[in-house]
């Protein structure tokens, strides 16, 4: 499988340490998913986008993973549930995990009269936003920029400006603002980036759509339309994403 292999090999970008499986277990059937990571008691589970919920069985002790971190997950269901485990097999799944590639994620900056002046907003470099869609309460966005190599690094954020919109969501429609800093590498070779904002609670209570403004190039303003009830198609979106699209920008 080409795509396993991708995410096989971000392992080393990840931090992140499984057990490996036996001959028997590498003969499973394999799925990836978008997942959140979530914790239950002591224990470290995933959250799918899809709303099903994964209890990895393989996590070392060196794993770097953490609550509400965002990644890829390729796995495997297990059969029955794993001695000394609390959980009956029937409330959620038990899998084992092949790799993990993590997604940038971060929260919606607001952008407010105290904070007008950051470097957050200081810089409007051109962008394509390639797929956005809703999964797991983030905004997800796949997107495009030009940089002279892959070792720079690029910041990305998701603002909702509270200075011109004083209500907001309004009349089921919320608005934001996609915003990269191309950190002084503006020419180049046009490369990917994948990141997740998180999105208010309630939001879905409160609008319909998602307006996201971004500049394709420094004059040409793109506003395109999400709504919030979207399905996720996950089996094309992760054909997309590549390890390397996750590691150029913060």
Not at 21 to 39: A, I, L, M, N, R
Not at 217 to 231: F, G, Y
Request: contains cysteine; hydrophobic residues 30%.
């Amino acid at each position: 499988m080409k795509n396993r292999k991708l995410i096989l090999s971000a392992l080393l970008l990840g931090g992140v340490f499984f057990s490996s499986c036996d001959d028997d277990q590498c003969k499973e059937t394999h799925y990836e998913s978008f997942v959140t990571v979530d914790k239950e008691g002591d224990e470290l589970i995933f959250k799918t986008d899809k709303g099903n919920t994964l209890n990895p069985t393989n996590l070392s002790g060196s794993s770097s993973l953490k609550e509400d971190d965002r990644g890829v997950v390729l796995f495997h269901i297990l059969d029955k549930k794993p001695e000394n485990q609390p959980k009956e097999s029937g409330e959620y799944k038990y899998i084992h995990i092949e790799a993990y590639q993590p997604l940038l994620a971060k929260p919606i900056w607001k952008l407010t009269e105290a904070n007008r002046d950051s470097s957050v907003v200081a810089h409007k470099d051109p962008v394509i936003v390639r797929d956005a869609w809703i999964g797991g309460g983030y905004l997800n966005l796949y997107f495009s920029f030009l940089s002279s190599s892959y070792g720079s690094v690029h910041y990305v954020n998701v603002v909702e400006n509270t200075l011109e919109n004083a209500v907001n969501p309004e009349e089921g429609v919320y608005k934001v603002e996609f915003i990269h800093n191309g950190n002084n590498d503006y020419y180049g070779n046009w490369v990917n980036g994948i990141a997740c904002f998180r999105l208010p609670e309630n939001i879905d209570e409160e609008a319909k759509e998602i307006h996201l403004k971004y500049f394709r190039h420094r004059d040409e303003e793109v506003n395109i339309k999400i709504a919030l009830e979207n399905e996720t198609n996950e089996s094309s979106r992760l054909k997309n994403i590549k390890p390397e699209d996750c590691s150029s920008v913060r």
